[in-house]
């Protein structure tokens, strides 16, 4: 059974959260937490929270999927974590001589599956 999250349209580049990603990709769910809670970085912040929301989408007695079943977080693996690029904001910055540079603002899409240790 896989349960799912994603934060859309996350206000980071998809490049600053891919490797984070690529770390807990096939961890169990209470281990990728512990990873990324020692990260410095922003990305990992919003990653964890994704995971936290997936977690919350697996023990949610009211969700359908878990009719009658018992989950424990701790035999739930990251199955997949994936992290594309979403719209840009775009700015132009004026430089020298008339001519005008491109800043893109960029956003993501994070989206994180947890599956039970039996069905992977």
Same mark, same amino acid.
């Given at each position: 059974?896989? #349960?799912?999250?994603? *934060?859309?349209?996350?206000?980071?580049?998809?490049?600053?959260?891919?490797?984070?990603?690529?770390?807990?990709?096939? /961890?169990?769910?209470?281990?990728?937490?512990?990873?990324?809670? #020692?990260?410095? *970085?922003?990305?990992?912040?919003?990653?964890? /929270?994704?995971?936290?929301?997936?977690?919350?989408?697996?023990?949610?007695?009211?969700?359908?999927?878990?009719?009658?079943?018992?989950?424990?977080?701790?035999?739930?693996?990251?199955?997949?974590?994936?992290?594309?690029?979403?719209?840009?904001? /775009?700015?132009?910055?004026?430089?020298?001589?008339?001519?005008?540079?491109?800043?893109?603002?960029?956003?993501? *899409?994070? *989206?994180?599956?947890?599956?039970?240790?039996?069905?992977?």
């Amino acid at each position: 059974m896989a #349960y799912q999250a994603s *934060h859309r349209y996350a206000r980071i580049s998809a490049r600053k959260v891919r490797p984070l990603a690529d770390m807990i990709r096939g /961890k169990f769910a209470d281990e990728a937490l512990d990873i990324l809670r #020692y990260q410095p *970085h922003r990305g990992a912040r919003m990653l964890e /929270k994704v995971i936290r929301s997936a977690l919350g989408n697996a023990q949610d007695p009211e969700n359908p999927q878990n009719r009658g079943k018992n989950l424990d977080a701790e035999r739930l693996i990251v199955a997949s974590a994936t992290v594309d690029g979403g719209p840009m904001f /775009k700015r132009i910055r004026p430089r020298a001589r008339g001519m005008a540079f491109m800043i893109k603002r960029r956003m993501s *899409h994070i *989206h994180v599956t947890l599956e039970d240790m039996d069905t992977v």
